[in-house]
């Protein structure tokens, strides 16, 4: 359940100039985030310490075509590109699972091995897709501190969508390894739960 906080970032004159014409698109556990002119996005954090962590994953991953370009970074604040698409659950309730959008979420899973991501996981509420079922992740955290060897928190949602057999399905025609890894993995991370 996201809680509504009282807000406060000091921007400088152009943040504060763009921010003038914000529109708000919703909060989370760490902050709130509006739509700026330009095609950017502001995303004002609660801690500071959070902040830096994410503008950290952000430069670190700046070369990658998956996640959002920053402009700027402020002790509470960071303006970044604004993702377009809509979020990988709610594409999914309207679309369902084909083959192409898991072969783009595998991909994504090895742009994390790639990136050296201790963390080879997202939700799927962190997870953008566009017409072209190119995707994008707008909110990466811990990737560099937690340890999941799979796409443990990805699978559980599309469970939740009931179109993770389909997933696993074609995962397996993509990568019979990883189909075996993942879906052992998953298969003991539901015994867990019951």
């Known amino acids: 359940m996201v809680r509504t906080y009282a807000y406060s970032a000091d921007f400088d004159k152009e943040t504060e100039k763009l921010f003038r014409k914000a529109v708000f698109l919703g909060e989370g556990h760490n902050g709130i985030v509006y739509e700026l002119p330009e095609n950017k996005a502001i995303k004002i954090f609660q801690e500071a310490k959070v902040c830096r962590e994410e503008a950290e994953i952000l430069k670190q991953v ?3 075509t998956y996640f959002p370009h920053v402009y700027n970074i402020g002790q509470l604040y960071m303006v970044r590109e604004k993702i377009g698409g809509e979020r990988l659950d709610d594409f999914i309730k309207k679309n369902g699972m084909s083959r192409e959008l898991a072969k783009n979420l595998y991909k994504l899973i090895n742009e994390f091995k790639k990136l050296k991501f201790t963390k080879l996981d997202m939700r799927c509420r962190d997870i953008y897709v566009k017409e072209s079922l190119s995707i994008k992740v707008i909110d990466p955290k ?4 937690r ?3 799979y796409p443990r928190h990805l699978m559980k949602g599309l469970k939740k969508l009931d179109c993770l057999d389909s997933f696993l399905d074609y ?3 993509i990568d019979k390894r990883s ?3 993942w879906e052992k993995k998953m298969k003991q991370y539901l015994y867990e739960l019951e």
């Open 62 to 64: 700046s070369k990658s």
């Open 142 to 145: 811990e990737c560099y501190k």
């Open 147 to 149: 340890k999941v060897t």
């Open 171 to 173: 995962i397996k025609d």
């Open 179 to 181: 189909w075996e890894d």
